[in-house]
């Protein structure tokens, strides 16, 4: 994924929080609940920061010059996959794929 398409997704998903927050407000009752027709959108506009934040991880991760490298990196991003699994905190999330990542690399 290119550097171009991951910042069309950010424009897309600026835009998508934008409509959910100015035009779903305005249809949604006052309750805040929004009628049948647009029911899908607010589920789908939560889904759609996780889904950018792996495709960043993704192309930082496995992207080299538009060739597919896999290196320590990779290895660390699935030890902090592993922990958010694990529902550790964000900053032991971090700290382990860092660790795991330089301890590989201190090994090669």
């Known amino acids: 994924m290119s550097w171009e398409a991951i910042l069309v997704l950010v424009a897309g998903s600026y835009g998508a929080k934008l409509f959910g927050t100015v035009v779903l407000a305005r249809v949604g009752g006052t309750d805040g609940a929004v009628d049948g027709r647009l029911a899908w959108f607010p589920a789908m506009v939560a889904l759609i920061p996780p889904a950018l934040f792996a495709a960043l991880i993704a192309v930082q991760t496995l992207d080299h ?3 597919l490298r896999l290196d ?21 999330v971090v700290l382990l794929a860092m660790a795991v990542t330089a301890a590989i690399r201190w090994q090669t």
């Not at 290895?75 to 032991?92: I, S």
């Open 65 to 67: 010059g538009g060739t």
């Open 72 to 92: 320590a990196r990779v290895v660390g991003v699935a030890a902090g996959a592993v922990a958010v699994w694990r529902k550790l905190p964000f900053v032991v």
